[in-house]
């Protein structure tokens, strides 16, 4: 049973560092890559399973967004704009857990893209954030 | 030259960026940009020397 609903999750992006402005209108949020590859080590002398040494590094974090665009909305607008012109963006991601666990770092939004747009359908972005250093977790 | 460190002390249940890890209550000292980060965040405060 799940212990904490994800219904409540917190994302704050702005130009600066430790940003305190809400990202508003957010439909889903995820949290994705921070992929540790692992080296092969399997030999000859391995009899039933393969072995793996970790390389000690890991990739960083991503964070998917899916909001229901408002053009006029302030951070929405400097989301785009900051993809559109490689600028370096700060996002904090507070979890919506009693000790409101959350990550937060630097880095670039490296997709934006208005999906659908129906004639009976809803106007939303799907925005891709990628850290470019490592994040700072606090729970 | 060694880089510029800061001594903290951890306010949060627990604060990591990287191999730098904190608990609540504990003081370490760790590199400035880090210490400066935690600070921001709230997750520690600046133990000023002689205190």
Same mark, same amino acid.
């Given at each position: 049973? #799940? +212990?904490?609903?994800?219904? $409540? /999750?917190?994302?704050?992006? #702005?130009?600066?560092?430790?940003?305190?402005?809400?990202?508003?209108?957010?439909?889903?949020?995820?949290?994705?890559?921070?992929?540790?590859?692992?080296?092969?080590?399997?030999? *000859?002398?391995?009899?039933?399973? +393969?072995?793996?040494?970790?390389?000690?590094?890991?990739?960083?974090?991503?964070?998917?967004?899916?909001?229901?665009?408002?053009?006029?909305?302030?951070? *929405?607008?400097?989301?785009?704009? *900051?993809?559109?012109?490689?600028?370096?963006?700060?996002?904090?991601?507070?979890?919506?857990?009693?000790?409101?666990?959350?990550?937060?770092?630097?880095?670039?939004?490296?997709?934006?893209?208005?999906? $659908?747009?129906?004639?009976?359908?809803?106007?939303?972005?799907?925005?891709?954030?990628?850290?470019?250093?490592?994040?700072?977790?606090?729970? | 030259?060694?880089?510029?460190?800061?001594?903290?002390?951890?306010?949060?249940?627990?604060?990591?960026?990287?191999?730098?890890?904190?608990? +609540?209550?504990?003081?370490?000292? /760790?590199?400035?940009? /880090?210490?400066? *980060?935690?600070?921001?965040? +709230?997750?520690? /405060?600046?133990?000023?020397?002689?205190?």
């Amino acid at each position: 049973m #799940a +212990k904490y609903p994800a219904k $409540g /999750v917190i994302v704050k992006y #702005a130009a600066t560092a430790t940003p305190t402005t809400e990202v508003t209108n957010k439909a889903e949020v995820g949290f994705e890559d921070g992929e540790r590859e692992l080296i092969p080590s399997t030999t *000859h002398e391995n009899t039933t399973v +393969k072995t793996y040494l970790d390389s000690g590094l890991r990739d960083t974090f991503a964070v998917m967004l899916r909001l229901l665009l408002d053009p006029a909305d302030t951070i *929405h607008e400097l989301m785009r704009s *900051h993809h559109s012109a490689g600028t370096l963006g700060y996002l904090t991601l507070v979890l919506p857990d009693a000790g409101a666990a959350q990550w937060a770092g630097s880095g670039y939004i490296t997709s934006y893209q208005i999906e $659908g747009m129906t004639p009976e359908g809803e106007l939303a972005v799907r925005i891709r954030f990628k850290y470019t250093s490592v994040e700072t977790f606090t729970a | 030259m060694d880089a510029p460190t800061i001594t903290v002390k951890i306010t949060r249940k627990l604060v990591e960026t990287g191999p730098h890890r904190g608990t +609540k209550g504990q003081q370490l000292t /760790v590199p400035e940009d /880090v210490g400066r *980060h935690w600070i921001a965040l +709230k997750a520690a /405060v600046e133990v000023k020397a002689g205190k």
